[in-house]
C-alpha cells in the first residue's frame, strides 16, 4: 500500500462522487501532487519500448451524460443514475465534447495508442448499459479518430465488449468495464441481470 500511494494516479469522477462534494475532490487533486483530476484533461506516457507513445483522455462523465445536451439547462437527463447528481453546466458540457474531438484529431491515433476513459460505460452487460447519449455522442467521435480502447467502470463486473461494423468486421474500438467490486452489495438491478451476472467476474 506504502508503494502504491508513491505511484501517480490519474482520476476522474464516478456516480458517487457526483453525490457529494465535487468541488472538494478537485481542491484535494491540486493539492496533492501524486493524484491527477481535472474535469478533462489528457495524458501521454512513452510506451516500454520508447518507439510509441500512449495518449490516454480522460472525461467527466456525471457531465457529459447527466447535464443537458442543449441549451435548456433543465432538460431531465434519460439516465436515471443522474438523479440527485452533481453535474456541470451545458456549456462546459460542450467544451469537453469539442476539446477532445480536436485533441484527438492533434493526435495520431492511427499509428498510436489512444485510450479514452470515464465512468459510464457505452455499453454493458451489466445493468447499466448500454448508455443512450454515449452511444449518441461519443461512440462516432472514437470510431472517427480510430480510438483503440474506451475505458469504463459504473457496473460492478469485468467486461471485454467488441461490437461489429455494418460489413461485419470488428470495430477499431474495443470497450473494457472494470467495476469489479461490491456486486453483492449493491442490491438494485440484481433481478434484472441475474443470467448475465454469472457469466462475469465480479470480484470481491
Not at 501521454?44 to 472525461?59: G, N, R
Amino acid at each position: 500500500t506504502k508503494k502504491l500511494l508513491q505511484e501517480q494516479w490519474y482520476m476522474t469522477l464516478g456516480n458517487h462522487d457526483c453525490l457529494g462534494n465535487v468541488s472538494a475532490l478537485y481542491q484535494f487533486a491540486d493539492a496533492h501532487p501524486k493524484w491527477t483530476m481535472k474535469p478533462f484533461y489528457k495524458h501521454v506516457q512513452e510506451l516500454p519500448d520508447k518507439t510509441q507513445k500512449l495518449s490516454i483522455f480522460v472525461l467527466d462523465m456525471c457531465t457529459f451524460v447527466c447535464a443537458s445536451s442543449n441549451d435548456e439547462e433543465n432538460e431531465k437527463p434519460d439516465n436515471f443514475r443522474c438523479d440527485g447528481l452533481w453535474r456541470d453546466t451545458a456549456t462546459r458540457r460542450k467544451e469537453m465534447i469539442a476539446w477532445l474531438d480536436q485533441e484527438l484529431r492533434l493526435t495520431n491515433c492511427a499509428d498510436e495508442w489512444c485510450i479514452v476513459a470515464g465512468h459510464w460505460p457505452i455499453f454493458s452487460f451489466g445493468g447499466n448499459g448500454p448508455t443512450n447519449v454515449l452511444i449518441k455522442e461519443l461512440l462516432p467521435l472514437l470510431q472517427k479518430h480510430h480510438v483503440a480502447i474506451y475505458f469504463s467502470g459504473h457496473d460492478h463486473n469485468m467486461q471485454h465488449i467488441t461490437i461489429r461494423n455494418n460489413s461485419g468486421t470488428a470495430a477499431t474500438t474495443q470497450f473494457f468495464v472494470s467495476g469489479t467490486g461490491g456486486f453483492r452489495l449493491h442490491p438494485e438491478l440484481k433481478d434484472v441481470i441475474a443470467e448475465e451476472a454469472k457469466m462475469l467476474n465480479q470480484g470481491v
